[in-house]
């Protein structure tokens, strides 16, 4: 308990950090469907087919962000359940940036398998869903991303001076979602910092991820600074803030409690250990662990197959089972789907493991 305790502090600064970077994805998602008069969103609702492919490719990127911004379109009512559930059988979380450090040539063949699992796995959900007549799209959130009469009157430029006038005379709103803006941007300046002073020698850091997620806060700044009162008070605050700030927050706050209290009462490498003679049950167990919404303890199947104690396929197994971060925003927005999500990375990581159990 004094352990738990010490990780408290870990525990909530990891919590706030998520919810900046899914709010923040959020904001800039709604600027660029803005940007485009809705014909970004409109061209993505059009083809399940791109949504499978984007949300696939999302889904892969080392890390959580992209993930993120998959479960942010779901929300949304942009990509389809098949497109979520790729993206989550794709996604290896932070175990991926400890793949590409410790067996770069293995991890692209889990890469390899992820996407391919992914892609195939959601084609098949669209299909089924559209067979038995059943919604492709989520119904957890209120609203979509709109484009109101107000946001086609007049654009701003973050490139013209005049353009930040209106900070002057700015609003309360604007003030709070221009202050959280600017504490991610620190935080990820912090993070990449202290990520270049690192001796390590990763080919893709998490700080180099962060610095595309810098880019994407600065200049959802900037747009927060330029653009109209309607857009703030009606697509941040009311419908972005209000709606999934908190819950996100929570939600992310309680996972990660949750999972500390059980890593704490159980050793998850010490089980692992004595299975190793028996793999079916390692199969089934490397699914089971994956539903843990956190990274950290799938890194035992990253360091068992890097000291060459398991084979590929049984560490694949756990990365498609499971997303680290990336599922913790569906829990906050919509439990199902989480739920259902969940079932169907776990059922085909099972189903993988026994094929490569056999063929191996």
């Not at 939600?251 to 299975?275: K, P, T, Y």
Request: overall charge positive.
């Amino acid at each position: 308990m004094k352990e738990f305790l010490g990780n408290s502090y870990h525990i909530i600064i990891e919590a706030t950090t998520i919810t900046f970077l899914v709010i923040v994805m959020m904001i800039f998602l709604e600027y660029l469907n803005t940007l485009s008069n809705g014909r970004s969103v409109y061209k993505l609702k059009k083809s399940p087919t791109k949504q499978l492919l984007l949300s696939t490719l999302l889904g892969a990127v080392p890390g959580c962000g992209g993930g993120f911004a998959v479960v942010s379109l779901y929300s949304h009512k942009i990509v389809t359940f098949g497109a979520l559930c790729a993206a989550m059988i794709a996604s290896c979380g932070d175990e991926s940036l400890f793949m590409i450090s410790l067996l770069p040539s293995k991890y692209l063949m889990v890469l390899a398998t992820t996407i391919i699992c992914g892609f195939v796995v959601g084609y098949i959900i669209n299909l089924i869903l559209f067979i038995t007549g059943k919604s492709l799209i989520n119904e957890g959130c209120k609203d979509g991303y709109e484009i109101h009469d107000e946001d086609r009157v007049k654009t701003f430029s973050i490139f013209k001076i005049s353009s930040y006038r209106k900070l002057k005379y700015a609003s309360r709103e604007r003030i709070i979602i221009l202050s959280a803006i600017l504490t991610f941007i620190t935080i990820l300046t912090i993070s990449i910092f202290l990520d270049n002073n690192d001796s390590g020698s990763l080919l893709i850091t998490e700080g180099k991820i962060n610095i595309i997620f810098l880019l994407i806060g600065i200049y959802t700044l900037l747009k927060t600074a330029t653009t109209s009162d309607h857009f703030i008070k009606e697509h941040i605050f009311k419908h972005i803030v209000k709606q999934h700030l908190l819950q996100t927050l929570m939600w992310s706050l309680g996972a990660l409690i949750v999972c500390n209290i059980l890593l704490q009462f159980n050793d998850i490498e010490r089980v692992v250990n004595s299975h190793t003679a028996y793999t079916p049950m390692l199969i089934l167990l490397a699914s089971i662990i994956g539903i843990i919404p956190t990274s950290g303890p799938h890194l035992i199947f990253v360091i068992l197959a890097f000291n060459g104690t398991i084979p590929l396929y049984i560490l694949t197994t756990n990365m498609i089972a499971q997303q680290g971060h990336v599922s913790l925003p569906l829990l906050s927005h919509n439990r199902k789907s989480w739920f259902y999500s969940k079932i169907v990375c776990c059922l085909v990581a099972i189903i993988y493991g026994y094929i490569g159990y056999t063929i191996g």
